[in-house]
C-alpha cells in the first residue's frame, strides 16, 4: 500500500505544478472550488422542486430502498455471526452499521429496557404452543409477519409508492405487506380512528408544502423495530415525512411515540433511493412458505417408516 501511494503521490505533484504553470494560483484555486462545487456532500442536496401529479401534489410514486443496516439494529451496531455460524459461516453473518436514531439513544423506561433486552436473548426462539402465547418470543420478522412501521421502509427489500389523488399505496416485497394512506380528510366513509389494530396500522396523509405527512396508528402491540428487540406497545404512535430532495433520493423521517415503553418521544432519519434499474419491479417474496416447519413443525404428521 505504501508504494502504491509513493508511485501516484509525484503525478499529483506533476498536476499541481502544471496548473499553477497555467493560470496561477489564482485559477489554481478556480479549478479547485469548481471541483469541489461538484462533489456533494453526504446528507445535503441542493435546492430541488419534485415533479408533481395533475392535481399539484408532488410525485412520490416509484420503487424505493433504504440502504442501512438499521433492520438489524437501529442504533450502532458491530458485525456479528448469524445463528448457525458453524456451518453457514459467513452467509449467515449480519453486518455492522451505523444507526439511524437521532441522538444515537431510545428512551427507553427502565422495566421496557429490560424487555427490549430479553427480547434480544430470545429472538431466535420460536415456541408456538397456545394463541395467547404465540407472540411472546421471537423476532416478528423470523416468523414472517408483516413488518410494521418504520421497519418495513429500512428492510433489505425494496417497495413501491402508487400515488392516487385520495390513497397512497404502499406495496412491500416482504411478506407482501401493504399500506393503504387515506388523504382525503372529508371523506366520511373512511373512519378517523382504527376499525381494528393490525400489523401496518392505520394511516392518514396530508401535504406540508412538498412533504408528504404520514399520520399512523392502530397497531398491534407484537412488531419489533429491528432483531436487537426493540419494540413497542399498542400504543404506539408514529409520524412519517418524507421529502423529495432530488429526482433519485427522498429524506424519511419518522417520529415514534409510545408512553407505554418510553420516556419521551425519539425519531430516526435515513435517505430512500429510488431504483433506477431499467423495467425496475417488485419481485415476490413470500416468506411464509419458508417458515411453515419452524413454526408448525411439531404439529405436522411425519411419515412413519
Not at 46 to 52: E, I, N, S, T, W
Not at 234 to 250: C, F, K, N, W
Amino acid at each position: 500500500m505504501r508504494l502504491y501511494f509513493r508511485n501516484i503521490v509525484p503525478g499529483f505533484a506533476v498536476a499541481a505544478v502544471l496548473v499553477l504553470g497555467a493560470g496561477g494560483p489564482a485559477a489554481a484555486q478556480g479549478s479547485l472550488a469548481a471541483a469541489q462545487n461538484k462533489i456533494p456532500t453526504p446528507g445535503q442536496f441542493p435546492a430541488y422542486k419534485a415533479p408533481h401529479t395533475a392535481d399539484g401534489k408532488p410525485d412520490f410514486s416509484g420503487i424505493w430502498q433504504a440502504f442501512v443496516t438499521a433492520d438489524i439494529d437501529v442504533q450502532d451496531h458491530d458485525a456479528q455471526a448469524g445463528p448457525h455460524p458453524d456451518f453457514m459461516g459467513a452467509y449467515g453473518a449480519w453486518p455492522g452499521g451505523q444507526g439511524i436514531v437521532e441522538g444515537g439513544e431510545i428512551p427507553y423506561k427502565p422495566e421496557a429496557l429490560a424487555q427490549k433486552k430479553a427480547n434480544a436473548e430470545k429472538r431466535m426462539v420460536v415456541n408456538i404452543t397456545s394463541d395467547p402465547h404465540r407472540h411472546d418470543t421471537g423476532d416478528p420478522e423470523l416468523k414472517c409477519y408483516n413488518p410494521g412501521v418504520p421497519r418495513a421502509n429500512y428492510m433489505p427489500f425494496p417497495f413501491q409508492i402508487i400515488q392516487g389523488t385520495d390513497t397512497v399505496l404502499f406495496s412491500y416485497e416482504f411478506a407482501r405487506s401493504v399500506r393503504t394512506i387515506y388523504m382525503n380528510p372529508n371523506d366520511k366513509t373512511i373512519p378517523k380512528d382504527a376499525p381494528a389494530d393490525s400489523w401496518m396500522g392505520w394511516s392518514h396523509g396530508h401535504f406540508e408544502g412538498d412533504t408528504l405527512v404520514i399520520d399512523t396508528t392502530g397497531f398491534v402491540p407484537y412488531t419489533w423495530f429491528d432483531r436487537a428487540g426493540d419494540y413497542h406497545s399498542d400504543a404506539l404512535h408514529v409520524v412519517e415525512r418524507y421529502t423529495q430532495v432530488s429526482p433519485y433520493h427522498i429524506m424519511y423521517e419518522a417520529t415514534i411515540e409510545d408512553p407505554n415503553v418510553f420516556t419521551r418521544p425519539w425519531k430516526v432519519t435515513f435517505p430512500l433511493y429510488r431504483r433506477m434499474e431499467k423495467n425496475i419491479q417488485l419481485v415476490d417474496f413470500n416468506c411464509t412458505e419458508f417458515v411453515l416447519d419452524l413454526l408448525y413443525g411439531q404439529y405436522s404428521k411425519r411419515p412413519s417408516k
